[in-house]
């Protein structure tokens, strides 16, 4: 046997090996996918202990943001042809080629895996006390609630150029002398005339959803006079549309950072809203407004092959032409996929069959989005993964308490 039959022997049983491992793991996600959606249909209920009501369970932010995946990535490309020329260039036998192929893949193995495990930071457990608000990852450190204050959450520059320039939810900012806590809050809304004293953050250390964001800032709000109003119950919500990214070129989408049109949906009206002039486009009673699901194929730019389908609603206003509403809401809020969540890329669906729509001119945040739908009784028809995540995770840090816990 050569040397050329044997690096064609080792390469098969790479490549088999490779198989049987993807092969063994998607099956193993796909039973825990099956758990988390029975549970989800049963009410959510979890096996594991619930947390303390002082206690809550957070999701940390990766270290290194899409951008710098990606720099990695290219890097690991490059990086192999240029380590396989060196017995190229030097005439080695076979035998000394495999020995490169063996030490680079070892080598990028023995640098992914830590680099997966220090990226995804593991869960967060922030605590609320009678001296402040402490965090199990900050060992010592205990931020004061005097000098807390509240700011929007805004998407990265590289979601903003896939989502468009969308509200995330709402971020609170905490100090311990130079350090700073930023915890978000997805899907959060506050009431109108909450002032918003921090600035529009980007990057933040951990975030919750909204419905324990609410629960966190109901026990602090006291201690920290913060203003922590939601919305009243016959205020009307506002709901900002942006032009569709997928429907500009790059540049346009640098320039693409503020909403073209407003909906003030309130409990028995509708209201267009001009946001740069705030004249009123259309106004309507819900019931003259008619509202209709469907599905938008989305198509990668220059390219004839389907990338993913989105759902889109068709909102009908008396006076308008027909607004075509999307939401490119990932589970993922960072665009990196590195705890968990890249099991979920896409949060929202439809769950039946609806018809198939162009792409849409419009496009909403997530919470704007789960407005609209439930405004035009539409909820039963959606099917929104973050109820999954949301289970996924929990699961995630029972399990570390039970090993913490021996």
Same mark, same amino acid.
């Given at each position: 046997?050569?040397?050329?039959?044997?690096?064609?022997?080792?390469?098969?049983?790479?490549?088999?090996?490779?198989?049987?491992?993807?092969?063994?793991?998607?099956?193993?996600?796909?039973?825990?996918?099956?758990?988390?959606?029975?549970?989800?249909?049963?009410?959510?209920?979890?096996?594991?202990?619930?947390?303390?009501?002082?206690?809550?369970?957070?999701?940390?932010?990766?270290?290194?943001?899409?951008?710098?995946?990606?720099?990695?990535?290219?890097?690991?490309?490059?990086?192999?042809?240029?380590?396989?020329?060196?017995?190229?260039?030097?005439?080695?036998?076979?035998?000394?080629?495999?020995?490169?192929?063996?030490?680079?893949?070892?080598?990028?193995?023995?640098?992914?895996?830590?680099?997966?495990?220090?990226?995804?930071?593991?869960?967060?457990?922030?605590?609320?006390?009678?001296?402040?608000?402490?965090?199990?990852?900050?060992?010592?450190?205990?931020?004061?609630?005097?000098?807390?204050?509240?700011?929007?959450?805004?998407?990265?520059?590289?979601?903003?150029?896939?989502?468009?320039?969308?509200?995330?939810?709402?971020?609170?900012?905490?100090?311990?002398?130079?350090?700073?806590?930023?915890?978000?809050?997805?899907?959060?809304?506050?009431?109108?005339?909450?002032?918003?004293?921090?600035?529009?953050?980007?990057?933040?250390?951990?975030?919750?959803?909204?419905?324990?964001?609410?629960?966190?800032?109901?026990?602090?709000?006291?201690?920290?006079?913060?203003?922590?109003?939601?919305?009243?119950?016959?205020?009307?919500?506002?709901?900002?549309?942006?032009?569709?990214?997928?429907?500009?070129?790059?540049?346009?989408?640098?320039?693409?950072?503020?909403?073209?049109?407003?909906?003030?949906?309130?409990?028995?009206?509708?209201?267009?809203?001009?946001?740069?002039?705030?004249?009123?486009?259309?106004?309507?009673?819900?019931?003259?407004?008619?509202?209709?699901?469907?599905?938008?194929?989305?198509?990668?730019?220059?390219?004839?092959?389907?990338?993913?389908?989105?759902?889109?609603?068709?909102?009908?206003?008396?006076?308008?032409?027909?607004?075509?509403?999307?939401?490119?809401?990932?589970? @993922?809020?960072?665009?990196?996929?590195?705890?968990?969540?890249?099991?979920?890329?896409?949060?929202?669906?439809?769950?039946?069959?609806?018809?198939?729509?162009?792409?849409?001119?419009?496009?909403?945040?997530?919470?704007?989005?789960?407005?609209?739908?439930?405004?035009?009784?539409?909820?039963?028809?959606? @099917?929104?993964?973050?109820?999954?995540?949301?289970?996924?995770?929990?699961?995630?840090?029972?399990?570390?308490?039970?090993?913490?816990?021996?």
């Amino acid at each position: 046997m050569n040397n050329h039959d044997l690096m064609l022997i080792v390469k098969m049983c790479a490549v088999l090996a490779l198989g049987v491992l993807g092969t063994w793991l998607m099956k193993r996600q796909n039973r825990k996918l099956q758990v988390l959606r029975q549970r989800a249909e049963t009410g959510g209920q979890s096996s594991q202990p619930l947390d303390a009501l002082d206690q809550f369970v957070l999701t940390p932010a990766p270290r290194v943001g899409p951008r710098g995946m990606a720099k990695v990535g290219w890097g690991t490309l490059v990086a192999f042809p240029l380590w396989m020329s060196i017995p190229i260039a030097i005439g080695a036998p076979a035998g000394v080629a495999m020995g490169f192929f063996a030490a680079f893949a070892i080598g990028m193995y023995a640098f992914m895996i830590p680099f997966y495990f220090w990226n995804k930071r593991g869960n967060t457990r922030l605590c609320v006390t009678s001296e402040g608000l402490t965090v199990n990852r900050r060992k010592g450190d205990i931020y004061s609630l005097v000098d807390a204050s509240l700011g929007s959450w805004v998407p990265t520059k590289f979601i903003r150029g896939r989502a468009g320039p969308v509200m995330l939810g709402t971020a609170l900012h905490l100090r311990c002398g130079p350090k700073t806590l930023v915890v978000g809050g997805r899907d959060h809304r506050t009431g109108a005339g909450v002032r918003l004293e921090a600035p529009p953050a980007e990057r933040l250390d951990a975030w919750m959803w909204a419905a324990d964001f609410d629960r966190l800032l109901a026990m602090i709000g006291r201690r920290s006079r913060l203003d922590v109003r939601g919305p009243a119950p016959e205020e009307p919500i506002r709901c900002f549309l942006a032009t569709n990214p997928w429907l500009l070129t790059r540049r346009q989408r640098r320039r693409n950072t503020q909403p073209v049109l407003v909906l003030d949906v309130g409990s028995d009206h509708i209201r267009a809203i001009d946001p740069n002039t705030n004249a009123t486009v259309a106004s309507a009673f819900l019931a003259q407004v008619t509202a209709a699901p469907a599905d938008c194929v989305v198509r990668m730019s220059g390219s004839w092959k389907v990338s993913f389908v989105e759902p889109a609603l068709i909102v009908r206003v008396p006076g308008m032409a027909p607004l075509t509403i999307g939401c490119h809401d990932e589970t @993922d809020p960072f665009g990196t996929w590195v705890w968990g969540t890249r099991q979920f890329p896409r949060r929202f669906s439809w769950s039946g069959n609806v018809p198939s729509e162009r792409e849409t001119d419009f496009v909403v945040s997530g919470a704007d989005w789960l407005t609209l739908v439930g405004k035009f009784g539409l909820t039963s028809q959606l @099917d929104d993964k973050a109820e999954l995540v949301r289970l996924y995770l929990n699961d995630k840090a029972a399990r570390a308490r039970a090993r913490a816990r021996g």
